[in-house]
């Protein structure tokens, strides 16, 4: 009679404990989670004039931080410095993707270990198809993975896919490089090339910018859609619409060359109610 009795309550005994574990280990997990980016920090200059002036940031693996701020206050310098452009120069902190200093790292470096930039402007780069461009980098980045490059129907196979993501039209990629590409067409296109690449670290500057409505939806969506567990996306955005499609996990405020809040996606519901003034105020 008592083993009847006991059985049941042990095991109960049993499954509470192993939840109660679970729980811990995914305690454990979180705060173990790998930081893909880490910026510790990081003081740039352009033209002799300093711009980031001490940012620290970590973003770990599956995360999407926005950067918000106020115009001029250093976005698209903290953009181009993680891309490696080499009119910006670091004059102070570190810039660590996946524990290793990427700021040694020239931009072609940079891509390969896999970061992606979209730039607030894109490029245009006429006689240079989006094919030729696309087969080119993929492969590059495949030989860097110590990968063949993919057949000709494997390719057009996987632009299918990533295309449709983005509802971009597959023919485009016969067309040059954003030559005659519309605002909204350019940005869907970058989108496309990041899916293509599947980076390890996004950072998407102003992707929002000179957007339709229905654009900025299929934008917002298709950069949603490449969230995964093992990469991290940092969105540079101006406005908090964007952030209606790609909810982030945290929110940054920079302003001159500093992150001076930083909150969750509310922060971002409140900035676009109430402006950045009240942030500003208080430095
Ligand atoms: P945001 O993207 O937040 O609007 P930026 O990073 O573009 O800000 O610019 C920050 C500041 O750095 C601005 O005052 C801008 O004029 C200056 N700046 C950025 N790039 C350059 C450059 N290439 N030469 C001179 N000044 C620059
Ligand atoms: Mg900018």
Do not use: C
Request: charged share 30%; aromatic share 6%; hydrophobic share 40%.
């Amino acid at each position: 009679m008592g083993y009847k009795q006991v059985l049941p309550l042990e095991s109960e005994e049993r499954h509470k404990n192993e939840a109660l574990f679970a729980r811990e280990l995914e305690k454990y997990e979180e705060i173990r989670r790998p930081a893909i980016l880490e910026i510790k920090g990081l003081h740039a200059t352009v033209s002799g004039r300093e711009i980031l002036k001490g940012i620290n940031l970590s973003v770990s693996a599956g995360e999407v931080h926005a950067i918000m701020g106020p115009n001029g206050s250093g976005k698209s310098t903290l953009a181009s410095v993680l891309a490696g452009n080499p009119r910006y120069e670091v004059t102070g902190g570190q810039v660590l993707l996946d524990g290793n200093d990427l700021l040694p790292l020239n931009v072609e470096e940079r891509a390969r270990e896999g970061v992606f930039l979209g730039f607030q402007y894109p490029v245009e780069i006429p006689g240079v198809s989006m094919a030729n461009f696309m087969k080119a980098a993929m492969a590059e980045k495949r030989r860097h993975e110590g990968l063949e490059p993919l057949s000709a129907s494997e390719f057009l196979r996987l632009v299918r896919e990533k295309a449709a993501l983005v509802e971009l039209d597959p023919a485009m990629i016969s067309r040059s490089v954003n030559e005659g590409f519309s605002g909204g067409e350019k940005k869907k296109n970058e989108i496309f090339q990041m899916a293509m690449l599947s980076p390890r670290l996004a950072v998407l500057d102003e992707t929002d910018s000179g957007l339709d409505i229905d654009a900025l939806r299929v934008v917002g969506e298709g950069v949603s859609r490449l969230r995964r567990p093992d990469n991290a996306i940092v969105l540079i955005t101006h406005y908090q619409r964007l952030l209606d499609y790609i909810v982030p996990d945290f929110v940054h405020v920079l302003y001159k060359g500093r992150i001076i809040e930083s909150g969750g996606r509310d922060l971002a519901l409140k900035l676009e109610k109430e402006g950045y003034d009240w942030l500003i105020n208080r430095q």
